[in-house]
């Protein structure tokens, strides 16, 4: 097996291409494996994703629902990604435990209160929030793919005190058959364990990521002169200190960005990726 970098492009382009001529196997694919990541394995359901939040996402940015070939494209570009994370999020917790980086229930449940306060000052009244938004959307959308003229009158008896009109809009585009709204009352919350779970996970990654990146980028520094000549080049003030203060950070987070990415370079090099794909490999020998 070939081990090869996920962040050269030639790659992002043969993962498409590979995905594509896998997509159709989708059932065998739940238990293929598609990668290791330092022997560790990853398999294609763990980087799969629903039509249904891909063709979401597509009305957000595009107003409009995609056709079957965009849908198709959307969800291989998706996949993509998924799995770069995927290899990501590996390499950085064994990164992490080599450097001992942790993250504790205080810094996490911390950040948790900002994202979603009422999940830890009252979870019990965040899983019925959530149980009666959503229970009352499946309900709505059921009514509504019965009588779909009755859109409007739906949405005020039932939804308009809990969900603004261009969500439900926008829930009534994707979700309109049975087998759609059935995954949004699948991923209703039964306990607080997954309310809890499921907004702690996103926010564990955040933490995890600053703080690695507060590592990698600690010996980066920034002189006042540069400071200086940036804000000259854009004709500014340079005894201003609200202008000095912004110039300096968007400078540090650029030299930052530019450590992060030659390490996460090196990574790539240092940690053994291996596509276990037959389509992968005879793609990338090319």
Known sequence: MKTVSLRNAKFLHICALACCLCFA????????IVAYVNGVAILDKDISVKSEGVEKLFVVEHGRPPSQKELTIA????????LTKKVENLIRT???DELNIKVSKEELEAEMRKEDPLTIENPVA???????????????????T???KKEEVIYTEIMKDL???DSWLLYVKCYNSEERITEIEKAIPKNVNDIY???SKGVYDHIARGKLRAVITRDVTIGEEEVSKEILTRNGDTNNVQIR?????????IKQDAVEHAWWDNQYEKNKIEMTCKTFMEVVRN
Request: aromatic share 4%; hydrophobic share 35%; glycine share 2%.
């Open 126 to 144: 965040a899983l019925n929030k959530q149980q009666i938004i959503y229970g009352s959307l499946v309900r709505a959308l059921r009514r509504v």
């Open 197 to 199: 779970n499921s907004t």
């Open 25 to 32: 196997y989708e059932m065998k694919a739940q238990t293929t």
């Open 75 to 82: 969800l291989i570009a998706t996949k993509r990604r998924n």
């Open 94 to 96: 064994k990164v992490m």
């Open 163 to 165: 969900m603004d009109h």
């Open 146 to 148: 019965k009588d779909p």
């Open 245 to 253: 203060t912004e110039i300096k950070k968007r400078i540090m987070n």
